[in-house]
């Protein structure tokens, strides 16, 4: 019985990790399309958001009947409590990959300005920030995600810079002012991306030790 | 744990023979709250229950040594009465096992014991243990039938309530639904709620979910020792122990 538990809750890890890292590849994806203004990469990320979608059904369901007929407890009941906000994070990750998937569109008319300022850094420190908190999920491992706090704290001055930045040229021109206005909506995704990293990471540590934390 | 204790032991070893059952133990058990003790078969908690009201002096060749205080009372000091310590400490066990006697006289046994002669005092005392133990409303026609015409559960209760009529202190129960139908175990799980805003209740359960819905404290017990005891909601979301955490989520027992 424990044993054939055991197994399923494998199985939900390892569904799990595969929705994470779709969650990733949508945003990681999305981000490339931007900076490449590539409208065809783009619609293969909106493409993709039924199945992110199916997979959270299909997991958060798994979870359901796994506390059902198993009642979990300690490390087991964790690990199920973790990988529900688990899902919930990726699948807005996921998202937020399709939201700036539907820009490029928009943006792919003209040149970018200033080279997308400070975006594709921004993204880079993101997606590394994610992948951290699923290498953590999937490891029991907390070291990667041990000093996410502060990469957060770099993620929200980016955000913050960007927005002035943007304001700048919009002054200058008001032509930019629709561009502009859609490089701080995917600042705004982006770190947002960063925040459900850090729930991931929350999620993970109350996993592994059974304690809350905050990290913001 | 902070809250006031009513039964404390420190340091408790007992051998059945050579055989060392109990290990050092050390727990307090807090005043109108369910405690229960979990663990593997043979771990020694119902061993550790019996040390509680001294039925393991029933046994022969058995050795106890340390300290086990009921109220600031060594219950091994020669001035404790074992009559007047089981009367404080009542037993419900895990097989139903009323008298071959009507359901009142099950009840009135112990406050007659304890030298309760007056009939009216009697039957106040019958009624409101039946009450107590929730099967008064189901027996309340038919008190003078035999008990064991009772369901299970409902002798079950019919136990608890005999318990109950001497005044006790403290409840020990020794698997007291191991064999119930879930709908005779809800009851006794309502039941265990209520009786402690009185009693201070002690459960031995091998079921964990069980011990998880009734206890407020649990002791987890490992091969005679005494591993981690704790509030059960801790216990039970992150151990501090590996080996209860392995216990707890069916490693191994």
Known sequence: MAEKFHTELKKLKADTLKMAQLGRFMLRTAVDALIRQDKELAASVVAKKDEIHDMEVRIEEHCYQLIALNQPMAKDMRIIACTLKVITASLRIGRYGKSIANTVVDLSSKPHIANLMSIPHMADLVIDMIDDAIAAYESDDLRPIEDLSSRDDTIDALRHSIFREGITYMMEDPKNISRCTHYIMVARYLERCADHACKIAENVQYMETGERVEIH | ?253
């Open chain 2, 1 to 253: 744990m902070s809250e006031s204790a009513i039964i404390t032991t420190n340091n408790v070893n007992l051998w059945y023979n050579e055989k060392h059952a109990l290990e050092s133990v050390s727990i307090r058990v807090p005043k109108n709250r369910v405690t229960a003790l979990i663990g593997p078969s043979g771990c020694g908690k119902s061993t550790l229950l019996r040390c509680f009201n001294r039925l393991n002096d029933l046994i022969d060749h058995v050795k106890i040594t340390g300290e086990i205080m009921l109220d600031d009372e060594n219950i091994h000091a020669p001035s404790t009465d074992v009559v007047t310590l089981r009367k404080k400490v009542g037993m419900v066990f895990q097989k139903p096992n009323p008298f071959p006697k009507t359901i009142y006289e099950n009840v009135a046994y112990g406050p007659r014991v304890h030298g309760v002669r007056d009939k009216a005092e009697l039957d106040r005392i019958v009624e409101e243990s039946l009450r107590h133990a929730a099967i008064w409303d189901e027996v309340k026609e038919r008190l003078n039938d035999s008990a064991l015409g009772l369901s299970g559960g409902q002798q079950q209760r019919l136990c608890i309530a005999r318990t109950l009529a001497v005044e006790p202190e403290v409840i020990l129960m020794d698997e007291p639904c191991s064999s119930l139908d879930p709908i005779a175990t809800a009851k006794i799980e309502n039941l265990i709620e209520r009786l402690k805003e009185d009693y201070t209740v002690i459960i031995v359960t091998h079921n964990m979910q069980q011990a998880a819905r009734v206890s407020d404290y649990t002791g987890f017990m490992y091969i005679g020792k005494l591993i981690e005891c704790g509030k059960t909601r801790q216990i039970f979301e992150h151990p501090k122990e590996e080996l209860t955490e392995n216990y707890i989520t069916g490693r191994f027992g």
